[in-house]
């Protein structure tokens, strides 16, 4: 099977990461082969508007692979962002070839402030998009057409997808392969990446943890803190409380202030997407997962886990799992201490 082709802009003064991220992601999916030797899934090549090598806003080095005159056919096309697309110059040239380009091209995406460029074609009017927060209303007022969604990670709207920022452009990265391929080579690849949890378009440009410590004082980072890292603590508003010295009606009335929701919702958030993230790992049963995130029983973690994503924590695990050929090796070792254990007492 031929590798999926996927091309990145590059431009003066492009945002290394915006471009870096999502292309790592795609080379780091491989097949497996009968002779030992893994095969890459996606050919990745930058396209430069010249044969010169570019300069990203961080000073890094980039050398194209082919420019907007060569170009092969691609199979999707990503633009990253960077200050360097807002100026007229760029911009124009850029929008220009991304008008022809995107005839022949499956699917059109941009990651962060790309959409200056993608935007500036016309393609994306009257269509759902989002960009990196501290951008978006720029980009409705200067795109009046755009449908913006100001905190989403990342858009779909018919074959064009719209990104925040930086790590956003691994999540759509992530996305585009698991279209590609399925649930099980995208959580393969965000393993490999040491990507923390594979995160769908429809979440938040922040966190529930990144979000409550951005919004809040310090004594409330520290309190978030030590929650993420305690799951299977007691966090009853009194308790919580008595960390964060306050009385518990103040507690209660200043976290709802600070974060928009109440602790009870914001403590069964973290456990609920810490377990998404052991279901998807496979490495223990439903019943450990559950204990090991907090919640007092396998009945009540099953309902508090349907109710928010609307499935079962098996379901869950079946789609979103990796597969029993790829288990962790201390999975492989804790099987072999049962059966030589089953060998010793027989």
Known sequence: MAPIRVGFLGYEQANALDLVGPAEAFASAFRETGNGKPERRYEVSIIGLSR?????????????????????????????????????????KVANWIIEKAKETRRVASVCTGIYGLAATGLLDNRRVT????????????FPKLKVEPNALFVKDGRFYTSAGVTAGIDLALALIEEDLGSKMALTVAREMVVYLKRSGGQEQYSEPLQFQTNTSDRFTELVAWMTNNPTKPMSVESLARRASLSPRQFFRRFKEHFDSSPGMFVETLRLNEARRRLSAGETSIENVAESVGFHGADSFRRAFQRRFHVTPSK?????????GRMPIESLSARRRRRSRKRVTK
């Open 131 to 142: 960009t990196h927060w501290r951008f978006a209303a720029d980009v409705a007022k200067r």
């Open 52 to 92: 010169r090598s570019f300069k990203a806003e961080s000073g890094v080095i980039f050398q194209p692979t082919s420019t907007i005159e060569t170009a092969p056919k691609l199979d999707t096309l990503i633009i990253p962002g960077g200050c360097g697309l807002r100026l007229p110059e760029i911009n124009r």
């Open 316 to 324: 869950y695990r079946r789609t979103f799992g990796l597969s029993r």
